[in-house]
């Protein structure tokens, strides 16, 4: 069998970009036909999910910065009484 025979295994190192890039191009728009426009995957869309997960992380680092600030706060007070209370001289 030779090396240029039908059954050759081509890579994607062997492909040129050209070819490459007209297969993607059916791809996605095959895709697009399939799946319609508003459920084709863009970067655009990417990045804004990334943008929204973004934001949900930040809201959820600032609550907990809130509740750690008010725990801290709660303790020193509690501790401030207790000294306040030991302090006092009993009667």
Known sequence: MSANGPHQ??????????????AVGVVHTLERAVAGDGRTRTARGNAWEAVCAD???????????RLVAELAAARAA??????????????
Do not use: F, M
Not at 13 to 19: G, Q
């Open 55 to 65: 934001r949900a992380r930040a809201a959820q680092r600032r609550e907990l910065e």
């Open 78 to 91: 509690a501790r401030d009484r207790r000294a306040t209370r030991e302090a006092q001289p009993v009667s």
């Open 9 to 22: 295994n081509i890579g994607l190192t062997t492909v040129s970009r050209t070819v490459a890039s007209l």
